[in-house]
């Protein structure tokens, strides 16, 4: 079984920042990409930045103002998130995807963490 914990939400003024934890533990080979997703009221969640095993990374619009970063000797998942709006307000969501054993690999989610932005 594999758990992941969340941290770092919360409430900040517009222009601030906060840095998103994700800790991944259990029992698992070994964690391919990590990621993370927020949702908003009344939308559907979406990818906000993915990491892959080797750092390659991927952004939606947030690109300049998040950075997405993660510690393998920990198996930990970042999110700095700088110059934040209130249209950043959401829940975020970490997504890792993990080798469980040899062939057989699945998807775990976080259980999310409010971010609010206030203007």
């Known amino acids: 079984q594999v758990q992941l914990v969340e941290s770092g939400g919360g409430l900040v003024q517009s222009g601030g920042s906060l840095r998103l934890s994700c800790a991944v533990s259990?029992?698992?080979?070994?964690?391919?990409?990590m990621g993370w997703y927020r949702q908003a009221p009344g939308k559907q969640r979406e990818m906000v930045a993915e990491i892959s095993s080797t750092g390659s990374t991927n952004y939606a619009d947030v690109k300049g103002r998040f950075t997405i970063s993660r510690d393998n000797a920990k198996n930990t998942v970042y999110l700095q998130m700088n110059s934040l709006k209130p249209e950043d307000t959401a829940v975020y969501y970490c997504?890792?995807?993990?080798?469980?054993?040899?062939?057989?690999?699945?998807?775990?989610w976080g259980q999310g963490t409010q971010v609010t932005v206030s203007s």
């Open positions: 997504n890792v995807n993990v080798r469980e054993r040899v062939g057989r690999y699945r998807e775990y």
């Open positions: 259990g029992t698992f080979l070994s964690i391919n990409a």
